[in-house]
């Protein structure tokens, strides 16, 4: 049963940090190129972050490079999003994706606010 599972989200002050994980199982992770995505209410759903399968070739939208950073370790199955100097227009619900595949995890709210 594949299984992606995000945690880490929660509620920060602007200019505050969060750590994103999104942990995998019952498919061989490892040879997947993985997202991260987030969407807020009324929107499509925005690619944030991608990352090879050994993590050489890095990818960020424009709105958040140099403030987030994306990795990976295939040892534990498990990709991370360190969020640092969030802003308000980060508040969306984040999402990690296997790519070309269905393989979904449920989300994890982050809410930027004061």
């Known amino acids: 049963q594949v299984q992606l599972v995000e945690s880490g989200g929660g509620l920060v002050q602007p200019g505050g940090s969060l750590r994103l994980s999104c942990a995998a199982s019952?498919?061989?992770?490892?040879?997947?190129?993985m997202r991260w995505y987030r969407q807020t209410p009324g929107k499509e759903r925005e690619l944030v972050a991608g990352?090879?399968?050994?993590?050489?070739?890095?990818t960020y939208a424009d709105s958040v490079k140099g403030r987030f950073t994306v990795s990976r370790d295939n040892a534990k199955n498990t990709i991370y999003l360190q969020m640092n100097s969030l802003k308000p227009e980060d508040t969306a619900v984040y999402y990690c994706?296997?790519?070309?595949?269905?393989?979904w995890g449920q989300g994890t709210q982050v809410t930027v606010s004061s």
């Open positions: 990352i090879t399968t050994t993590g050489i070739r890095i």
């Open positions: 019952g498919f061989t992770f490892s040879r997947y190129l």
């Open positions: 994706h296997a790519a070309s595949t269905d393989y």
